[in-house]
């Protein structure tokens, strides 16, 4: 088989990436290693910046996502028992969608079929070869049969634990890490949620989140110990070390009901540096990770996405390879920022093991500080609802 792109992963980076292109007449295929029911079975990113919304009207796939998403113009954190508005629309005139990452790949796969392009599910044992050459290429078995794939680029979109970033050689790569000593224990459950907006809490016993998908379907998350096991926690232990995080008058309005996803996510910061290797480009979770608590993890994956769109058109339309040679620079320019975003959401929020009396002090000034300084609140919201591309 040959194609102009060949696309490793069928998560929302590899599939915003292959309709954006096919709608450009760029060919390409999706390989994925997973089944798609099992791809759209993962929970995750629930909050999209209207940047994102953009792209997905360009690629032609957001109908439903304009029907049926709810806009937020703000965000509150609750502290010392108190909850805080911090009003997005007011100090910055934007705002952020709410919309299950799930509906996003469900949609961009209704897209890609409707357009004809080309998806392996359970494609085994992915490999790529002369990837630093001028003829890539992209070997899978399918249905028990070895079948390759020549290309001119590959696009490594097979987050973190992909094969694309692992096929560079390491002395090409520099990568920055930071493991957090926490993860979040998430719940999904068909109830309204407890409030019109999101609520991040920082409390004593440790950070936690009410987050919804719908009108009539809340997720929640707590933070939680590493070693904490999904098995250990009944949905009434959970709803009940909700309550106790949250101010009475919220944890009244709590909807206790049978969950229907329940799962823990490590937190994590990781950058590999740079994104580009030969002709394979690395995209999304296959070349950063960011701790959730800035609900940037799919944000970014679309802006890398965007680049690496412009520098393809720009190579097929013009034959100039200049927007290819920026790919890296441009996406890790904004990489960045999202990191030293959600690094500091994190930090601000969450209750480190570690941390002395003097760190908490600081934690809780910053914390005053922000909710009462417009300037700190403004740039809370510039970088919540995502900087420009
Ligand atoms: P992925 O969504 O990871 O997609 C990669 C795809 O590649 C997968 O379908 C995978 O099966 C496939 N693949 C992997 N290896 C291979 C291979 N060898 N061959 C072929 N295919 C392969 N972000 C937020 O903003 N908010 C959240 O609440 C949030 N929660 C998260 C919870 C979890 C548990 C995780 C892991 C991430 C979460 N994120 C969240 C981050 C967000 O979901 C990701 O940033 C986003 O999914 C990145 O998209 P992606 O397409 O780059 O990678
Ligand atoms: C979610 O709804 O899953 C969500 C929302 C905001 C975050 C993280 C996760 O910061």
Redesign the pocket.
């Known amino acids: 088989m040959r194609t102009q792109v060949a696309i490793?992963?069928?998560?929302?980076?590899?599939l915003l990436l292959g309709q954006l292109l096919l709608k450009e007449g760029i060919s390409n295929v999706v390989?994925?290693?997973?089944s798609g029911e099992h791809?759209l079975s993962r929970i995750?990113?629930?909050?999209i910046e209207t940047g994102t919304v953009e792209l997905l009207d360009a690629a032609g796939v957001s109908g439903r996502l304009h029907r049926e998403s709810l806009i937020h113009d703000g965000i509150e954190i609750a502290f010392g028992g108190t909850r805080h508005r911090v009003n997005f629309r007011e100090l910055i005139g934007r705002a952020v969608v709410v919309y299950g990452?799930t509906e996003i790949t469900r949609d961009l796969m209704a897209g890609r079929e409707a357009a004809g392009g080309t998806t392996v599910y359970q494609?085994q044992d992915?490999r790529l070869h002369g990837i630093d050459g001028p003829h890539p290429r992209v070997t899978y078995r399918s249905d028990g049969i070895e079948r390759s794939i020549e290309c001119d680029f590959i696009a490594g979109?097979?987050?973190f634990?992909?094969?694309s970033r692992a096929c560079v050689p390491q002395s090409a790569l520099t990568c920055y890490e930071r493991i957090y000593p926490f993860g979040w224990l998430g719940i999904m459950v068909d109830k309204p949620p407890v409030s019109d907006e999101l609520i991040y809490v920082s409390h004593e016993r440790g950070f936690a989140l009410c987050s919804m998908r719908s009108r009539e379907r809340s997720r929640f998350y707590l933070q939680c110990n590493l070693e904490e096991r999904v098995e250990n926690w009944s949905d009434e232990r959970f709803y009940e070390e909700l309550a106790s995080r949250l101010d009475p008058d919220t944890a009244a309005h709590l909807q206790s009901g049978h969950s229907i996803e329940k799962?823990i996510?490590p937190l994590r910061s990781f950058v590999a540096e740079p994104m580009r290797y030969g002709r394979t480009f690395l995209?999304?979770?296959?070349a950063h990770i960011v701790p959730?608590t800035g609900?940037?993890?799919?944000n970014l994956?679309a802006s890398d996405v965007y680049y690496l769109w412009q520098g393809l058109v720009t190579h097929y339309r013009q034959g100039s390879e200049n927007g290819l040679e920026d790919y890296s620079r441009r996406a890790l320019a904004r990489v960045w920022k999202a990191e030293r975003f959600s690094w500091s959401m994190t930090s601000l929020l969450h209750r480190f093991p570690e941390s002395s009396g003097f760190d908490r002090r600081i934690q809780q000034a910053d914390l005053e500080y922000l909710l009462t300084s417009r300037a700190a609140l403004a740039s809370l919201a510039e970088n919540y609802v995502g900087l420009p591309l």
């Open positions: 490793i992963g069928a998560g929302p980076s590899g390989l994925e290693r997973q791809v995750r990113a629930g909050i990452q494609a992915v979109c097979d987050g634990r992909g094969v799962s996510a995209v999304g979770d296959a959730p609900a940037k993890g799919l994956a």
